[in-house]
Nanobody
Framework: QVQLVESGGGLVQAGGSLRLSCVTS????????MGWFRQAPGKEREFVAA????????YDTDSVKGRFTISRDDAKKMVYLQMNSLKPEDTAVYYC??????????????????WGQGTQVTVTS
């Protein structure tokens, strides 16, 4: 079992940056693909980015390409999401999650097993 706690959210103006962190505990982080999802008010939770177990492969959704970067530090049991050039449409609660996946990095919410409680990101225009 894995416990995850996100932090780093906040209020930022459009064009600004935030760095989200996710600290994990329990089973070794290297056992999992790590992902970030977000959920805006009235919308379904959507995939944002994910990183492979070894950290050698990443995938992110088109809307954040070139702006967001996912990374991991297994020794510290941390996962990060660096968010630059933020837009109002990035406003959402952001969640980190684990997937015990092999092969292709999953983007489906149902493939992820453990979730944090989320951190709010609000981008003003």
């Amino acid at each position: 079992q894995v416990q995850l706690v996100e932090s780093g959210g906040g209020l930022v103006q459009a064009g600004g940056s935030l760095r989200l962190s996710c600290v994990t505990s329990g089973r070794a982080l290297s056992s999992y693909v790590m992902g970030w999802f977000r959920q805006a008010p009235g919308k379904e939770r959507e995939f944002v980015a994910a990183i492979s177990r070894r950290g050698d492969s990443k995938y992110d959704t088109d809307s954040v390409k070139g702006r967001f970067t996912i990374s991991r530090d297994d020794a510290k049991k941390m996962v990060y999401l660096q968010m630059n050039s933020l837009k109002p449409e990035d406003t959402a609660v952001y969640y980190c999650a684990t997937a015990a996946a092999l092969g292709v990095i999953p983007t489906s919410r149902g493939r992820y097993d453990y979730w944090g409680q989320g951190t709010q990101v609000t981008v003003t225009s």
